[in-house]
């Protein structure tokens, strides 16, 4: 629902629904890198869901796809200090 124009300057995110239930239930699930208690993550956790739900990508958009999550949590950092 947001206008083009507004999309157009945030960054894209190459991931597909199924991934992002993947980064989700990783969110809460993963043994290594989910959620701290009080809900909140760090980025390093965030870019290792992100990458390991790029792991389901087909091999044309493996690449692509691991630099979009590099591209997402520097965006993401940048804009939380």
Do not use: C
């Not at 629904?17 to 980064?23: M, Y």
């Amino acid at each position: 629902h947001m206008p083009n124009d507004e999309r157009k300057q945030l960054p894209e995110m190459a991931f597909t629904d199924h991934q992002i239930n993947l980064l989700v239930e990783g969110y809460y699930n993963d043994p290594h890198f989910k959620r701290d208690a009080d809900g909140s993550i760090d980025m390093w956790r965030f870019y290792n869901l992100l990458t390991s739900a790029n792991k389901q990508s087909y091999i044309d958009k493996f690449l692509e796809r691991g630099l979009n999550a590099a591209t997402v949590v520097n965006n993401i950092s940048s804009y939380i200090g």
